[in-house]
């Protein structure tokens, strides 16, 4: 009987350690090429992994990819890449070890190469670095090394590029500034970038001058990266840093050199078996950028007036008007300028309307180092009078327009023909406070003494005398 059991309980283990065989086995691996990655949680001796496995029967394509760039991740160096064969199960592998900088959490994107038109991808990963050290770390493979290594340095084709989208402007004038690394698509040597955010803080310190209202395009901590072609040869380029100056005077802008520092590497082959690298620090610098900045006429006074390129589009929302009766103008300001600080249009006080404060909305585009958008007041307007009337002579806006370099002035088109009773005499009606305060203006304030005036005085004896025989008499009666 127990033998019995023993025999039942080791069939329920067989499927199990099917399951565990399939799961945690590389030989999950041997049908097709796969892509995975190592641990993610580390110490900071230790390296993280990524490997490209690949069957007995793509030996071919095993051979061709020894010269596959894998990535480069950020606060990670490079160590070697390995090249193996392997017995269980059977096949090939390209193994890349990256060595941590620094402690903290890592996203590694998932991985994509591509075989006789079919593409395998890794998954994404988290890997966490410990600030501790283990004392065994994981043992990369034994590779014997040739005694004579040489190592080529790298030929790095790459741009650190400051630009400016102009070289002068007026005082409350936008430039474009934008910071840029760039790396030639014909770029054979591997980089990788190391303490991003500490060294973008340090780029803001340099870029943004005291002088200047500024709009910053670039989101914390994210890169954006887009394909450029500069003299005619074409570069992958990761946006640094992009904003908007608007110098608030007329001091120069000086934005002085700015410093960018990057891993590269010396590469050395060993006989198939692998590939050594030698990290080298890369550090490069962009040209000071000095900027003129123009004072506006001086025809205006010390008033502070928007400047940039702006067009008017307005809107009525009726077409007939009358007199008591209200209506919504729209003021809407479009064009290229700080289109978040642009003030509200001046209101021309009149007995012909009420103009009541608008309410504003607006719609900011950041683009190519440009701000435009559109900012729009709607007023509440009730006319009083009844005529013909022109919006313009109540309503403007006024700025310095940068393509005309002078003033210039957006005035409504709109024409009204207002009709009904002038509101003119209800306003007087509702607004007089009566005889008794007409007359503060003309009579005499002078004080007097009630003794000195005998008319009043013997009036008011005879009104009491009066008042005394009426209520005797009532007295005597009942």
Not at 184 to 190: I, L, V
Request: with cysteine; charged share 25%.
């Amino acid at each position: 009987m127990q033998k019995v059991r023993k025999y039942i309980n080791n069939i329920r283990i067989i499927p199990f350690l099917i399951l565990n065989f399939f799961i945690f086995s590389p030989k999950a691996y041997t049908q097709e090429i796969a892509i995975f990655t190592g641990k993610t949680s580390l110490a900071l001796n230790e390296k993280f992994t990524v490997t490209i496995y690949f069957p007995k029967d793509n030996k071919r394509d095993f051979k061709v990819y020894q010269n596959y760039f894998f990535p480069d991740i950020d606060d990670f160096e490079k160590g070697r890449t390995a090249f193996l064969e392997v017995d269980e199960p059977k096949g090939y592998k390209i193994t890349q070890y990256y060595k941590p900088r620094k402690a903290g959490n890592f996203e590694v994107n998932p991985i994509h190469i591509k075989v006789k038109d079919k593409f395998y991808t890794s998954k994404k990963a988290i890997v966490k670095v410990s600030s501790k050290t283990t004392k065994k770390p994981d043992s990369e493979p034994e590779i014997k090394l040739n005694d004579k290594l040489e190592f080529d340095e790298p030929k790095l084709e790459i741009l650190f590029d400051l630009q400016a989208t102009k070289s002068r402007v007026y005082s409350g004038e936008g430039v474009g500034i934008t910071l840029s690394f760039l790396i030639s698509t014909s770029n054979k040597a591997e980089i990788t970038f190391i303490d991003l955010a500490e060294q973008r803080k340090e780029f803001l310190k340099k870029l943004k001058p005291a002088n200047c209202f500024i709009e910053d395009f670039s989101i914390a901590n994210q890169i954006i990266m887009d394909t450029v072609t500069v003299k005619d040869k074409k570069y992958t380029r990761w946006k640094l840093y992009e904003g908007v100056f608007f110098p608030l005077d007329s001091n120069a802008i000086k934005i002085p050199a700015v410093n960018f520092s990057i891993l590269t590497y010396s590469l050395a082959k060993n006989k198939h078996q692998s590939i050594e690298r030698r990290v080298v620090l890369k550090r490069v610098a962009t040209k000071p950028v000095l900027l003129k900045v123009m004072a506006l006429p001086n025809n205006r006074g010390s008033q502070q007036v928007p400047v940039g390129y702006f067009k008017l589009n307005e809107e009525v929302s009726s077409a007939k008007f009358h007199t008591g009766k209200s209506f919504k103008y729209t003021f809407t300001i479009v064009g290229e300028g700080n289109i978040a600080t642009l003030p509200a249009p001046s209101i021309i006080s009149s007995e012909n309307f009420d103009i009541y404060a608008p309410k504003i909305t607006q719609q900011v585009s950041r683009h190519q180092g440009k701000i435009t958008g559109v900012k729009s007041f709607v007023y509440n307007v009730t006319p009083k009078e009844p005529g013909d009337f022109l919006l313009s002579d109540y309503i403007k806006w006024s700025y310095f327009n940068t393509a005309k370099s002078d003033f210039d002035t957006l005035s409504s088109s709109v024409s009204l023909k207002v009709r009904g009773e002038s509101l003119k005499n209800n306003y007087i009606s509702a607004n007089n406070p009566g005889d008794f305060y007409s007359r503060i203006n003309t009579d005499n304030n002078q004080l007097r003494l009630l003794a000195k005036d005998t008319n009043l005085k013997l009036l008011a004896n005879v009104f009491i005398l009066i008042m005394l025989v009426i209520t005797g008499i009532l007295v005597l009666k009942k």
